[in-house]
């Protein structure tokens, strides 16, 4: 991406949302993956499989609940890839209107 989109996220225990915020950027994506660096140190770095429910920062507005697993390979400096599970359509649409700029 040329430009980063900030987003919050937090560990998903079953259906249960985790209580603790952190805070990345979308660096990379494609039609159903994205790459996050996160804010905080790789100690924070969720594990492989989990689930997490992401807001990405649009115009200062944080967006509908965006679900994902979070992939076994790991990306440089301590970024993770997470697959989309679950994405509202207007959040669908942001995605894929950016992911098909990138391809152009």
Not at 1 to 9: F, G, R, V
Not at 47 to 66: H, Q, R, T, Y
Not at 71 to 94: C, H, M, Q, W
């Amino acid at each position: 991406l040329t430009e980063t989109i900030s987003l919050n996220y937090v560990v998903l225990d079953g259906k249960n949302v985790g209580d603790c915020l952190q805070k990345g950027s979308l660096i990379k994506l494609s039609e159903k993956e994205a790459e996050i660096q996160v804010v905080q140190t790789r100690d924070h770095l969720p594990p492989a499989l989990i689930n997490i429910k992401l807001n990405f920062i649009w115009d200062g507005k944080e967006s509908e609940d965006v679900y994902g697993k979070v992939l076994e390979k790991s990306g440089e400096n301590g970024n993770f890839y997470i697959r989309f599970t679950a994405k509202p359509p207007d959040v669908s649409a942001k995605l894929e209107s950016l992911y098909k700029s990138l391809l152009n």
